[in-house]
């Protein structure tokens, strides 16, 4: 039992290119989400979704696009990357049954 | 807005004493709060949750309670270790969707 899985761990990007985080998980949860984690910020929601084909704004959208066609996946995109993108990325997910939220392992995104 | 405050982002006490961490929060009624442990380079790990109906939970070594009307909850561990040594987090939940937002954390070392 995996339970959340990013990929990839670690990614160098130059600014302007484009991405996209994968966050897999295998325990059924309804509710996903995209963390960002910087020194000094903690954790700030980027974007959720409460089940397969829905996604919703969170603290801090810009500049990423989200898409969740099965359960299971939850996609980050980045459109054009900036400087101000790099940073920890965190994916988590939850049920209605179980309140504690599960995390992957982590990205570590570094755009110059 | 809303807020979290995390008493200091350092904390350092002696084996075999109790630690004890403060989680402040402003402009919120969260119903529920939940606290997470994060080792280095990896994700959050969920510990335990405490609704607004309880003032205190307890699991092993870990206590934690919840004072709606100081705003405030209090994360102890009692005959600490090295081992527990880590930035603890804090995360009222707020909104719809179970969004957690989460304090910036206290580090907590634990010296032998």
Same mark, same amino acid.
Request: glycine share 8%; charged share 20%.
């Given at each position: ?16 290119? *484009? ?29 959720? *979704? ?33 400087? *101000? ?28 | ?5 995390? +008493? ?13 961490? $403060?989680?402040?929060?402003? +402009? ?8 997470y ?20 939970k ?28 880590? $930035? ?14 989460f ?5 907590? $070392?634990?010296?032998?």
């Open positions: 039992n995996a339970g959340v899985t990013q990929t990839p761990k670690f990614r160098v990007l130059k600014t302007g290119q *484009s991405m996209t985080l994968l966050c897999a998980q295998d325990m059924n949860h309804e509710y996903m989400y995209w963390y960002r984690q910087d020194p000094g910020m903690g954790l700030r929601l980027i974007h959720y *979704s409460v089940g397969e084909g829905t996604t919703a704004k969170g603290e801090v959208p810009d500049g990423y696009n989200v898409s969740r066609l099965k359960k299971q996946n939850f996609l980050l995109g980045l459109e054009s990357a900036a400087p *101000s993108q790099t940073s920890v990325y965190f994916c988590a997910s939850g049920s209605m049954a179980d309140y504690g939220y599960t995390f992957g392992s982590g990205t570590r995104l570094t755009v110059v | 807005s809303q807020k979290i405050e995390q +008493n200091s982002e350092a904390l350092n006490i002696q084996e075999g004493k109790t630690a004890t961490l $403060t989680c402040n929060y402003t +402009n919120y009624s969260p119903a529920y709060l939940q606290w442990r994060q080792d280095p380079g990896r994700g959050p790990v969920f510990l335990l949750l405490i609704r607004e109906n309880e003032k205190e307890r699991k092993e070594r870990l206590k934690v309670t919840f004072d709606t009307t100081l705003k405030q909850s209090l994360f102890h561990i009692t005959a600490s270790q090295p081992a527990d040594s880590a $930035t603890y987090l804090c995360a009222p939940y707020s909104g719809s969707a179970r969004q957690l937002t304090g910036s954390g206290t580090q907590l $070392t634990v010296l032998p």
